[in-house]
């Protein structure tokens, strides 16, 4: 279907065509970034709002090098063999964040299922040095599955991430042909065990719609993200990054994103932020901030 005209030649709707921004912030922060021999999932995975997070000194970064051991036909970061770990990485991000001034970070990172713990040491090594650097920052971690092991699961928990996040991506039915290397109950796994163990973190997920699904579908997805205790859940638009991964099927109009908010709502996410241009990341702040407004109210 990669190939397939109906789908390529979709025409983007008005609500998704974005002002670039540019400007004399955008290339200050990409030029540290780059200078720091850092790498963000903005960049890798071609993100629409980059120009406006760059240029309000925001950025997600991703961590354990730039290629992936899973090749996610959805996703725009290289699949290949990954780089040795770089140890001194987690001190270059807590660096990072005290130049850019942040008062809230996401981390990401490419899965590795290569090494022993997915990659969950250094993880845990960037949120303390982070935090210790950055005593007014919160951290926000996006981590694979890490397998499910509870070993490497605990590793991350244990570093006391603000917000610990895992993406379900899609809905169940469309795993074999977006991430076949991935395993839905597995990541539900994951997100219930965070919720059982995560002493104070707010655990969140997120997926796109537009890739072939049906609205029972992705209610059922909420429903199970809900009953695994998630408290955050993200979705937007699927944009595909290329004629070479999988075509958009369906644009999903602004109305139907907010009918999607009433149905992750009803289902008992504590926060639903559903819209066109949503990622897990964007606004990250302010969705954190939003959560704990809610159930303070």
């Known amino acids: 279907m990669a190939n397939d005209p109906e789908y390529n030649n979709m025409r983007k709707p008005p609500w998704l065509k974005i ?14 970034i780059k200078n720091m021999n850092l790498h963000t999932v903005c960049q890798e995975a071609s993100c629409p709002n980059i120009g406006e997070c760059f240029s309000a000194r925001t950025a997600t970064f991703i961590i354990l090098g730039d290629k992936c051991t899973r090749n ?11 780089s040795p770990v770089d140890c001194e990485e987690p ?9 850019l001034n942040l008062r809230y970070v ?6 590795r299922d290569d090494l022993s713990d997915g990659g969950a040491g250094i993880f845990a090594d960037m949120i303390r040095l982070t935090k210790e650097r950055n005593q007014n920052c919160k951290v926000e971690v996006l981590i694979p599955d890490l397998k499910a092991d509870r070993k490497s699961l605990d590793i991350v928990i244990n570093a006391e991430p603000d917000v610990l996040a895992h993406n379900l991506e899609t809905v169940p039915e469309l795993y074999s042909s977006a991430r076949p290397q991935a395993n839905y109950e597995r990541s539900l796994d994951v997100l219930k065990y965070a919720s059982e163990n995560g002493k104070e973190s707010i655990v ?6 537009g890739l072939g699904e049906n609205i029972n579908q992705v209610k059922k997805v909420l429903e199970d993200a809900a009953d695994c205790g998630c408290k955050i859940f993200t979705i937007g ?5 290329s004629k070479e991964h999988l075509p958009v099927r369906r644009f999903y109009t602004p109305e139907e994103f907010d009918e999607i908010k009433v149905i992750g709502e009803a289902a008992g996410i504590g926060l639903m932020v559903s819209g066109p241009l949503v990622r897990s990341s ?3 702040h302010k969705q954190t901030d939003d959560y704990y407004r809610n159930i303070n109210q």
């Open 91 to 99: 001190s270059r991000i807590a660096e990072a964040v005290n130049k």
């Open 19 to 32: 002002k670039a921004n540019f400007g004399e912030t955008f290339t200050e922060v990409k030029a540290l």
């Open 204 to 209: 969140k997920s997120g997926m796109m719609v």
């Open 237 to 241: 638009q699927y944009l595909s990054p």
């Open 72 to 82: 996610c036909r959805f996703c725009d970061v290289h699949p290949g063999k990954p």
């Open 106 to 111: 996401v981390v990401t990172s490419v899965t």
């Open 282 to 284: 964007y606004m990250a």
